[in-house]
């Protein structure tokens, strides 16, 4: 039986979730504002004490004594043994960033690199940020030594953290948490040399989500221009004698009261109570701050760069706008939101000491240049090392076709070096679509971010991560030439990181879903044909230690990339959308266990993401508890060229799901497993796949396991952040034209006849429901409607709330006590 929390002014009630484990979802932000955990019910209550055995730095187990006594021993076992291997999981730590710096010494000349990390701390349900160098000496062309420092120091309240264009000065932001202002530190070598603190008055926090964040110093280090949250507009007061006009004289004696104002339209999921990007410079010497003057109100700002310095006194700030008109759809993990690259000339001036500071308030409006007027999409503006042209990528394909991601696109423009900016220059192609991708070659660039300097020293080729069917990969691509090559390894079947160059040598990351993260340093090697060759060597890290229990576990587990045909190639089909998809294999590799272990299927939302062969700290844990993993990345997914992408339009609810049993049949009928049972697990779009196969295979499942999934698409459209996607995903391209907030009675046909709920009937599947309150994209409704219409009609299900997680449950708490559940829960159905 499930039950919901709730909330009561005096105490709470909490669900019966699992014992012994009980990490309450309520307490989110921090323990210290957590009630007592209380549990009880109207037909057996029973009270829990205060009282915490901690049992080690992640998590905290109620004594034995206490736990309810319908919990059978069995279970009680699974729990504690889960969840303490769950731990050792979840302590892993990752690396966020990392930026490297050349330096002179006695000795000669070395590089230092610096680490970004996090680790998850459960208890505070936070993640822990901390910074930890090391010296890189190069012993000879192709040995290399990392000198790592003693420890780590942690970066406690800091929000984001950019080094200078020198290396020689580090900015920290500290954003509040309240009404306090937002603090700008500048740290030197040894000392913090200013700190400033910016009023609400001037701006709110600075945005550092990775999408609208932008933070960039000026080349003379005396400026840095930024995007945080425009000030709070005006409320309406009231006082006793009813409303207050502007500039009356106050009563000290008349109480007054704010009142709430016009609602102001947000950015969806993730942007809940954040206010509109808008554009700032600060002087590093004074802390002055000015807002940019001149852009319109009904653009977003986000991404800004520095042009480079030009013949005259003024300078450009070059950033992203998005624009919004009757209203702001969610823009979280949507690329199919129309934007442009504007250039607008900054309030500075060039001062006797020949470097720019800002003017003392200035009064006029800049003039603000569209330069992409051409492109329905253009973001991540980069600037070239001489500053002659602008390279930047877009999600034409994405926002002319209305899937929320697809391919994407590079392309570069003149700047001039004289600052007469020509709003008609001519945009050139680098890398175009990549429509149907021949088999091992390029298939398209899929990239999620720049480096802040991913130029090598020839000035005209940057260093990228692109995804590449089930992997992710490192590409070198000349801008000028549009030549683009794979520099990972092109027999890996790892997934690969860009962290940062070091010169021309590249520090990065790669992974499995069996092997633990490794460092590794990538020399550029010339041979006699001049084809260059890349050579990749292992770093000594400290950073991703894990326990020899976890290392054991893996090493009896092996991975593979498989290519599934596809079933019933019509002649309708493109030739990308008849080619064969892939989906991960995760088993034993002992011969003798493999026959028995039961499958877990693994399915991405999206539907337009990708599930990469990098390592997963929750995967790593179901399938080291006794689980194959058949992780399927189904026609629609990246990586694969923009036939395969776009054949899913339109189709949902159908194709994908026939691609997912088609890749379980595959596999079982070629040998490679004969599992004991099948469980599938999916989160949004990936719910929406594992509620569809329970009801349209009710007899393949043992288990499921639906995180904020996609049920009911005719509820859905009226609720969500992004309604156009359900017209898109559920018409086609066509559904681009037809969205609408005002759903015609054929559509919300339409809708219902895609979605899972239509097949509800037919289900028997056990299925566990981990569902975020606060999740836009998916509301809370809709998962909910589905379990209790499986409850009525006899189902077993068990219902997770997390009262304060959007749509990713990625909460440390949250994130813990999904898997946990999800791993017993598989457990129970699946002997």
């Keep these: 039986m499930a039950h919901l929390r709730i909330a009561g002014p005096h105490w709470c009630l909490y669900a019966i979730l699992f014992p012994p484990f009980l990490s309450s979802s309520s307490r989110l932000h921090s323990l210290s504002a957590a009630p007592t955990a209380l549990t009880l019910t109207r037909t057996n209550p029973f009270s829990i004490s205060s009282k915490r055995v901690f049992t080690s730095p992640a998590m905290a187990v109620l004594p034995q004594k206490e736990l309810p006594l319908e919990i059978d021993a069995s279970t009680k076992e699974e729990y504690a043994s889960q969840s303490k291997l769950l731990q050792e999981f979840t302590s892993i730590s990752s690396i966020d960033k990392a930026w490297t710096y050349s330096y002179k010494s006695n000795t000669g000349t070395g590089s230092q690199a610096i680490f970004s990390i996090s680790q998850p701390n459960v208890l505070a349900n936070k993640r822990r940020k901390y910074i930890l160098s090391a010296t890189i000496s190069k012993e000879n062309s192709s040995s290399i030594n990392f000198q790592w420092a003693a420890f780590p120091f942690e970066m406690s309240g800091v929000s984001t953290m950019v080094p200078s264009p020198s290396g020689s000065k580090l900015l920290l932001i500290r954003n509040p948490e309240n009404d306090s202002p937002t603090r700008f530190e500048i740290w030197s070598q040894g000392q913090v040399e200013k700190e400033f603190h910016v009023p609400q008055s001037v701006h709110g926090s600075v945005y550092v989500d990775g999408w609208f964040e932008g933070i960039s110093w000026n080349s003379d280090e005396t400026l840095i221009a930024y995007v945080a949250e425009e000030p709070s507009s005006s409320k309406p007061t009231f006082t006793s004698l009813g409303y207050q006009k502007s500039g009356a004289s106050k009563d000290k004696e008349c109480s007054s009261w704010k009142g709430q104002g016009e609602w102001e339209e947000e950015w969806g999921e993730t942007y809940a109570g954040k206010r509109q990007p808008a554009l700032f410079v600060i002087s590093t010497s004074s802390g002055e701050v000015q807002p940019i003057k001149g852009v319109s109100k009904s653009l977003s700002i986000g991404q800004v760069v520095w042009a480079p310095s030009n013949e005259g006194s003024y300078q450009y700030l070059v950033f992203v706008g998005w624009s919004a008109n009757l209203r702001k759809l969610g823009i979280k993990y949507c690329y199919n939101r129309p934007c442009a690259l504007y250039a607008v000339e900054a309030p500075v001036y060039k001062s006797e000491a020949n470097v720019f500071e800002l003017k003392d308030s200035p009064q006029e409006d800049s003039t603000v240049l569209k330069l992409t007027q051409s492109m329905s999409s253009a973001f991540f503006p980069l600037f070239s090392p001489d500053g002659k042209f602008l390279v930047f990528m877009s999600a034409k394909s994405s926002v002319d076709s209305g899937a929320h991601s697809a391919t994407d696109s590079l392309h570069k423009i003149d700047w001039p070096v004289n600052g007469e900016l020509n709003p008609q220059a001519k945009i050139v192609d680098v890398i175009p679509v990549v429509q149907c991708p021949e088999d091992g070659y390029f298939p398209g660039l899929y990239c999620s971010r720049f480096l802040s300097n991913p130029w090598l020293s020839d000035g005209c080729t940057i260093i990228l991560p692109s995804v590449w069917g089930s992997s992710q990969v490192i590409l070198s691509v000349n801008v000028l030439s549009g030549d683009v090559k794979r520099i990972s390894p092109s027999d890996s079947k790892f997934s690969w990181n860009l962290l940062s160059l070091d010169g021309d040598n590249i520090i990065a990351v790669s992974s499995s879903p069996v092997d633990v993260p490794e460092i590794r340093y990538g020399f550029l090697v010339e041979e006699t044909t001049k084809k260059p060759i890349w050579s990749w060597s292992d770093v000594s890290s400290p950073i991703f230690r894990c326990s020899e229990k976890v290392r054991s576990l893996l090493s009896s587990r092996q991975f593979d990339i498989l290519k599934i045909p596809v079933k019933g190639v019509s002649g309708s089909l493109k030739k990308g959308a008849s080619k064969p998809f892939e989906a991960i294999l995760v088993s034993s590799n002992s011969k003798k266990n493999d026959a028995s272990d039961p499958l877990i299927v693994m399915l991405h939302g999206g539907p337009h993401s990708v599930t990469l062969s990098n390592f997963s700290k929750n995967l790593a844990f179901l399938s080291s508890i006794g689980y194959n993993l058949l992780i399927v ?80 698409l005719a509820s859905m459209v009226n609720t969500t952040d992004i309604p156009d996607w359900c017209y898109v995903e559920t018409y086609g391209i066509e559904g681009k034209n037809k969205y609408t907030e005002a759903p015609s009675v054929d559509d919300l046909t339409l809708f219902h006849s895609k979605s899972p709920i239509s097949h509800i009937s037919k289900v028997k599947t056990p299925t566990i429901f981990l569902i975020g309150a606060k999740d836009l994209r998916v509301p809370m409704s809709d998962g909910l409607q589905y379990a209790r219409a499986l409850k009525e009609k006899g189902v077993d299900v068990k219902i997770l709330i997390f009262p304060d997680d959007t749509h990713a449950i990625e909460r440390p708490q949250s994130d813990f006590e999904s898997f946990l559940n999800i791993g017993v829960w598989f457990k129970k159905y699946s002997k």
Excluded: W
């Design 633 to 712: 990345n189904y026609r629609g997914s990246l990586g694969f060229g923009e036939e395969a992408l776009q054949s899913i339009l339109g189709k949902i609810g159908s194709q994908d799901v026939n691609d997912v049993l088609t890749a379980i049949d595959h596999v079982i009928d070629m040998g490679l497993i004969s599992p004991s049972s099948i469980s599938v697990l999916g989160g949004s779009h990936g719910g929406f796949l594992t509620t569809h196969l329970i009801g349209q295979a009710p007899d393949k499942f043992a288990a499921a396991a639906a995180r904020n999934p996609v049920c009911n």
